[in-house]
């Protein structure tokens, strides 16, 4: 995150970062954020896929994770979803389907696959490196061309919570490569995670203490904003308004949706949430849990009440 702490809330540098300490899950686990992200919905059989709206606009698609799925979520056979999947122009994820790296018997073990607690590497690299290397690809075949590119990892998945640490330096290498050769100053980063902490500690975990109900339930959100961007000075009040206000995957879709036309999606059934670039936070609203569907078990982000000044 050094990368990104250099640009925030700087008036001297090309681009201007954000982080957004009140995002939290809609329902405990992967699905239904990874689904309210890109489908707009949570109830797997509704729903527009953002990435359809990308390939419609022109764009080239790409993307890679460094775990063997095809989707951010299970495309299963058995109990499936019913989102409509779009398959990306490029994608690089088969590769960490190697036996070596995942047992195909018992995918999710402590010490094989993507909830282990070693090390990932594979021909003498982190399996991170080699998505990246490929993100690389991408962008330099298509650095003149509209594109949307995923990175996606399992690596924080596991009780250590030292793994995800390893990233640290090759991503923020891949960061300021793109940084160097001008890509970034066209380019919107977004990154975010499906939900909190999980898996780490696991004693914790399974004791359901307070701090891990907690945790579990506040994912990160960051994002990185060229300032050359057509509107930033309105993106850029937008976005700072909404940094300690209550966030959600509905505002990611709808984020998403207003990069390719500039205006908010406005489908009857994608009620919930806003764009960060085009809607502002007015000191009126109130951007809670109601507003945002969320049930109240999950709901960490309460209205503050009143306390009287003595």
């Not at 300490?21 to 990874?34: D, E, F, M, R, S």
């Not at 195909?104 to 490196?129: A, H, N, R």
């Not at 990175?151 to 995800?164: C, L, N, P």
Request: hydrophobic fraction near 30%; glycine fraction near 6%; charged fraction near 30%.
């Amino acid at each position: 995150m050094g990368f990104l702490e250099k640009y925030y809330n700087k008036t001297d540098t090309k681009f201007s970062s954000y982080q957004y300490l009140k995002h939290q899950t809609i329902y405990p686990g992967t699905l239904a954020n990874i689904g309210a992200a890109y489908w707009g919905t949570f109830n797997k059989n509704n729903g527009v896929s953002v990435l359809k709206k990308f390939r419609d606009s022109g764009y080239i698609m790409g993307s890679t994770q460094n775990l063997c799925l095809a989707e951010m979520i299970d495309i299963k056979t058995k109990d499936p979803t019913k989102y409509e999947f779009v398959p990306d122009d490029h994608d690089f994820w088969t590769p960490f389907c190697d036996p070596n790296q995942e047992n195909p018997k018992s995918k999710y073990t402590d010490f094989k696959g993507p909830y282990s607690i070693l090390k990932k590497c594979m021909w003498e690299k982190q399996s991170v490196e080699h998505s990246l290397e490929y993100a690389r690809q991408f962008f330099r075949k298509y650095k003149d061309n509209n594109k949307v590119f995923r990175f996606g990892t399992a690596d924080s998945h596991e009780t250590s919570a030292e793994v995800i640490k390893y990233h640290d330096e090759p991503v923020t290498s891949f960061l300021e490569e793109l940084e160097a050769d001008g890509t970034l100053e066209d380019t919107t980063v977004l990154i975010f995670s499906d939900h909190g902490t999980y898996s780490h500690g696991w004693l914790f975990r399974y004791l359901e203490t307070d701090d891990w109900v907690k945790e579990e339930k506040l994912p990160g959100m960051f994002a990185l904003i060229p300032k050359k961007v057509k509107y930033f000075d309105l993106i850029d009040r937008n976005m700072r308004s909404k940094e300690n206000t209550m966030t959600t995957a509905f505002d990611i879709y709808k984020t998403l949706i207003s990069t390719i036309d500039g205006k908010e999606e406005k489908e009857s059934f994608k009620k919930y949430g806003n764009s960060l670039f085009y809607s502002h936070k007015n000191e009126t609203e109130s951007f809670d849990c109601k507003f945002y569907g969320t049930r109240d078990y999950v709901c960490m982000c309460r209205p503050l009440h009143n306390v009287t000044n003595y």
